[in-house]
């Protein structure tokens, strides 16, 4: 990235970075709200991403309609495709018995669970918790993604003002 500007442009990084830790800090306060740690919930996460994955290469869903799912829902597109505990902690590049800690007490919440066919999937709270969660979220998301438009994050760090320039 090219940090210096000339005389009539002034970067704004400042700007983004602030609205950057901001959403970081907030997520991980949100985090700790709803009981579980950030290593916990990249595990989370790592199930959720899967699940995800096997939703868009049918279909895809609202927010609404991810909330909705029910258990038997969610257990179908994770058929065909055993996540287990190392797959988890190779995407995490973490210990395997550090992940069988977070995904069991994730089990204990159920948040996950484990299916024999299926390996690890979501649990049936998963929708209950991590909705709402995920709500809020996305209006966080939104109001970062606003505050990088206004300052015209992306254009600066992608060179896309120089181009511009160029034409």
Same mark, same amino acid.
């Given at each position: 990235?090219?940090?210096?500007?000339?005389? /009539?442009?002034?970067? /704004?990084?400042?700007?983004?970075?602030?609205?950057?830790?901001?959403?970081?800090?907030?997520?991980?306060?949100?985090?700790?709200?709803?009981?579980?740690?950030?290593?916990?919930?990249?595990?989370?996460?790592?199930?959720?991403?899967?699940?995800?994955?096997?939703?868009?290469?049918?279909?895809?869903?609202?927010?609404? %309609?991810? =909330?909705?799912?029910?258990?038997?829902?969610?257990?179908?597109?994770?058929?065909?495709?055993?996540?287990?505990?190392?797959?988890?902690?190779?995407?995490?590049?973490?210990?395997? %018995?550090? =992940?069988?800690?977070?995904?069991?007490?994730?089990?204990?919440?159920?948040?996950?669970?484990?299916?024999?066919?299926?390996?690890?999937?979501?649990?049936?709270?998963?929708?209950?918790?991590?909705?709402?969660?995920?709500?809020?979220?996305?209006?966080?998301?939104?109001?970062?993604?606003?505050?990088?438009?206004?300052?015209?994050?992306? %254009?600066?760090?992608?060179?896309?003002? %120089? =181009?511009?320039?160029?034409?």
């Amino acid at each position: 990235m090219n940090t210096k500007k000339d005389s /009539n442009q002034k970067s /704004n990084y400042s700007k983004a970075a602030y609205a950057w830790l901001m959403h970081v800090t907030s997520y991980y306060k949100r985090i700790s709200d709803i009981g579980i740690n950030i290593d916990e919930l990249m595990a989370l996460n790592t199930v959720a991403a899967h699940w995800l994955y096997k939703i868009n290469t049918s279909d895809t869903k609202s927010l609404d %309609e991810l =909330i909705e799912m029910s258990s038997d829902e969610i257990k179908k597109y994770f058929k065909g495709s055993k996540l287990s505990i190392l797959s988890i902690a190779n995407i995490l590049s973490q210990p395997k %018995e550090s =992940i069988r800690r977070r995904v069991q007490k994730l089990i204990d919440y159920q948040l996950l669970a484990k299916d024999e066919s299926n390996g690890i999937i979501l649990g049936e709270n998963y929708t209950k918790i991590m909705g709402g969660f995920g709500e809020v979220t996305s209006k966080e998301l939104a109001r970062l993604v606003s505050n990088l438009n206004q300052v015209k994050f992306v %254009e600066e760090v992608s060179g896309l003002n %120089e =181009i511009k320039k160029l034409k």
